[in-house]
């Protein structure tokens, strides 16, 4: 997972992620604890080196233009 704490940003960052075609499920209180919102990743043997490399690529632009990273 990617640990964000915040529901808020979790939920906008998932739809961002998701506009840029890329579905990561987000969790927040009360799947998990408060305080201790997540993206989740979910990567198979079915995925190409080139789908994980532009999923980690659209991964960083969000974060950065978020400032989370």
């Keep these: 997972p990617v640990m964000l704490g915040d529901a808020a ?12 075609g890329l579905f990561v499920v987000g969790l927040w209180f009360p799947v998990v604890p408060e305080g201790k919102a997540r993206l989740r990743f979910q990567i198979s043997a079915a995925h ?5 490399d532009q999923a980690v690529k659209i991964l960083s632009e969000v974060g950065k233009e978020m400032g989370v990273i």
């Design 9 to 20: 940003k979790t939920q906008e960052m998932s739809k961002k992620l998701l506009e840029r």
């Design 48 to 52: 190409t080196k080139e789908q994980i």
